[in-house]
């Protein structure tokens, strides 16, 4: 059957990539590109807790701040995959500004066309595999069958290569390249400067980044560092001279 | 697993950050007190930095050090 040799080819690709526990996202995005010629994908790792979520080795050149975009705005394909539970599929990302003013307006433009899937086992979701093209238009069945397969196949090598404890899972994270642990940390502490809850703090950070037209991430480590400061009467840089 | 371990790094990385927002030192040295407490008191350091993000968290056991 054509469909059992595609999905012994998907899963064979994975194994091929997927070397070790750690190089898991970064194989599952080589695999996305090799069988479905998108220009970039990442693994996005989500809990329901309402914290940005963790970029796993995003892979493709403009896959970091594409990702970066979406966790700056708070929305986009990627959280509405995880929160639909179903795909999502943009052919024309410009065409979108209806939908997701706020990411269609700070998205690199090369990125034109996006594809994300809820990565989930069961009625357990941990997260989005997503993909991106550097030119307009959709897939057809076959490619979006093979889609659906990189999805099943990655969420399985996921769970199947953390580690079974809690331990382990919490270490494979921690060892993950393309962490930004500065985020939460700076929601931590902006909790703090500010009075306010973490979800605030979150908010907060999120839309003075926006507003300065900078990453959460960069935001973040600016707090973390000391340089920046948020205050109940607006950011300020710290060290500044009342 | 991936899951718990997700949440449990999210609520440790805002309790170091309450810390060194509350105390004024580093994230090592914020990871350092979570982890002295949850050694010394027994708890798991995610149970331990759960509580360190509770607002004015009194009688968590976490004072400046």
Known sequence: MATGGLQRSVAEVIRRHVVSASSVPAGIGTACVELLAVDGAAVLLMADSGAPWQVASPVGRLAPQLDEAQRTVGEGPALDAYRSGGPVLVSDVAAMAGRWPGFTSIVPAAVQALFAFPLQLGAVKFGVLEMYRCSPGGWDGAQLGLALQLADCAAEALILNVGAAPDDALHWLERLPGKAPEIDQAAGMSSVHLGVSLTVAYARLRGYAFGTGQSLATVSQGVVAGRLRLNDDGPRAAGQVE | ?65
């Open chain 2, 1 to 65: 697993m991936l899951q718990e371990a997700m949440a449990a790094r999210t609520v440790i990385l805002q309790a170091e950050g309450v810390l060194m927002g509350r105390y004024r030192i580093s994230a090592a040295a914020a990871h350092r007190m979570l982890r002295d407490i949850s050694r010394r008191s027994g708890r798991p350091i995610r149970q331990v930095a759960g509580d360190a993000s509770k607002p004015r968290a009194t009688g968590s056991g976490l004072r400046k050090p």
